[in-house]
């Protein structure tokens, strides 16, 4: 049963239209051709996501993201780590809304776990080329 959990680690933060999103998630996964097991969101502030990103990949900067990807291909699971701090910046930044911002990382993170990457500038620019295309599927 293909399962997307969304859950918060030490914010308050609730997703708006949780199933809206859903539906689209599952689209885009299908989209690629690919199936979906389980993936699990946990929204959480910086000081979280650094200390998993310390933690787990020995990174000591802050992100918007991590993937922890337990994919058996083209079935995909993972858990899904996003800071609503860092999206809310990077919102302002880009001059995006927050709701735009957080889906397009929502969507990047599932594109890691449909095995795209973002190490090169060549895989960067194919994987926002991509988000782009998704987000227009929302």
């Known amino acids: 049963m293909a399962v997307v959990n969304f859950f918060s680690e030490d914010i308050d933060f609730k997703l708006p239209h949780p199933r809206k999103t859903t539906d689209w998630i599952k689209r885009v996964i299908k989209k690629e051709k690919k199936s979906i097991q389980g993936v699990n969101f946990i929204f959480c502030s910086d000081k979280y996501l650094l200390a998993t990103n310390i933690q787990f990949l020995n990174h000591k900067s802050l992100t918007d993201i991590i993937t922890f990807d337990y ?3 083209p079935v995909l699971h993972g858990d899904i780590f996003i800071s609503i701090e860092r ?3 990077n919102a302002l930044k880009f001059k995006k809304t927050f ?4 889906h397009r990382v929502i969507i990047h993170g599932i594109l890691h776990l449909v095995g795209y990457n973002d190490k090169t500038p060549k895989e960067k620019s ?8 998704c987000l227009s599927l929302r």
């Open 71 to 73: 994919s058996d291909s």
């Open 87 to 89: 999206v809310r910046e």
């Open 99 to 102: 709701d735009d911002e957080l």
């Open 126 to 133: 194919l994987i926002h080329k991509k988000e782009d295309v």
